[in-house]
């Protein structure tokens, strides 16, 4: 329990930061597609922690749920970037089926941390999906300065990520762990975005596949390291 009470203040201390450097650094994106709005509150919503009620959800649950929705976003990016990639006019169906997928996961997050961690994670998580569109766009249109611009940021938000995760996790995925499996996520995608775009098949399925699979090893680090700290809301 004083672990979990722990993680609760660091979480709503490490938001705070976020949110200040959000407001500094991630501008408005100019790419007409937009999955990240920095006037919602991301914690809006979410299940709550009954006091009395400690195990909220099964290790078995946590498991599979992160597998599944991991997996799963690779798979929504991909198809979302691909029509921005392509130039269509109505991206609304991938937007929504993103959204739920990341609505999902910050629910997930939320069951284990609390509103508090799942705002944090929520804060990072769109952003992110937010660049990989901003870089799909700007290869779209060989913009580079704006291609640098968003690869830039998903350097950032592999840092910043790594660090909310070692920090939820009280070090159960240490720091360089855990940046090291983020790098590979963001480059999955990347070589995606820039094989999809330039309407390189096979490659681009290729690293497709190996974005999904990698996303298995992601899921199981992270539920292994939330498993391994016996917190009150998670059940065996």
């Given at each position: 329990?004083?672990?979990?009470?722990a993680?609760?203040t660091?979480a709503?201390?490490l938001f705070?930061?976020?949110?200040a450097?959000?407001?500094s650094?991630?501008?408005?994106?100019?790419?007409?597609?937009t999955?990240?709005?920095?006037?919602v509150?991301p914690?809006?919503?979410?299940?709550?922690?009954?006091?009395?009620?400690?195990?909220?959800?099964?290790t078995?649950v946590?498991r599979?749920?992160?597998?599944?929705?991991?997996?799963?976003?690779a798979?929504?990016?991909?198809?979302?970037?691909h029509?921005?990639?392509?130039?269509?006019?109505?991206?609304?169906?991938?937007?929504n089926?993103?959204?739920?997928?990341?609505?999902?996961?910050t629910?997930?997050?939320?069951?284990?941390?609390g509103?508090?961690g799942a705002?944090a994670?929520?804060?990072l998580w769109?952003?992110?999906?937010?660049f990989?569109?901003d870089?799909?766009?700007a290869?779209r249109?060989?913009?580079?300065t704006?291609?640098?611009?968003?690869?830039?940021?998903l350097?950032?938000?592999?840092?910043?990520f790594?660090?909310f995760?070692t920090?939820a996790?009280?070090?159960?995925?240490?720091l360089?762990?855990v940046?090291a499996?983020l790098?590979?996520?963001?480059?999955d995608?990347?070589?995606?975005?820039e094989?999809d775009?330039a309407g390189?098949?096979s490659e681009?399925a290729q690293a497709?596949a190996?974005?999904v699979?990698?996303?298995?090893?992601v899921?199981?680090?992270?539920?292994?390291?939330i498993v391994a700290q016996h917190?009150?809301?998670v059940?065996p």
């Amino acid at each position: 329990m004083n672990g979990r009470r722990a993680y609760c203040t660091a979480a709503t201390t490490l938001f705070a930061v976020m949110l200040a450097a959000c407001g500094s650094s991630a501008h408005p994106s100019t790419t007409p597609v937009t999955v990240f709005n920095m006037t919602v509150d991301p914690g809006r919503g979410l299940p709550t922690v009954k006091r009395g009620n400690h195990a909220t959800i099964r290790t078995a649950v946590l498991r599979s749920t992160l597998n599944s929705l991991l997996s799963k976003h690779a798979t929504l990016v991909a198809e979302l970037v691909h029509e921005v990639g392509a130039g269509q006019a109505n991206t609304t169906a991938a937007v929504n089926a993103l959204a739920a997928n990341t609505h999902s996961l910050t629910d997930a997050i939320a069951f284990v941390y609390g509103v508090d961690g799942a705002r944090a994670f929520a804060q990072l998580w769109e952003q992110h999906t937010q660049f990989f569109i901003d870089l799909a766009q700007a290869v779209r249109s060989h913009d580079s300065t704006a291609k640098d611009a968003a690869e830039s940021k998903l350097h950032d938000y592999q840092n910043d990520f790594a660090s909310f995760v070692t920090t939820a996790t009280d070090g159960g995925v240490n720091l360089v762990t855990v940046t090291a499996l983020l790098h590979t996520h963001v480059q999955d995608m990347t070589t995606y975005i820039e094989a999809d775009v330039a309407g390189h098949t096979s490659e681009a399925a290729q690293a497709l596949a190996h974005a999904v699979s990698h996303m298995h090893v992601v899921a199981r680090a992270i539920s292994d390291a939330i498993v391994a700290q016996h917190l009150d809301t998670v059940s065996p």
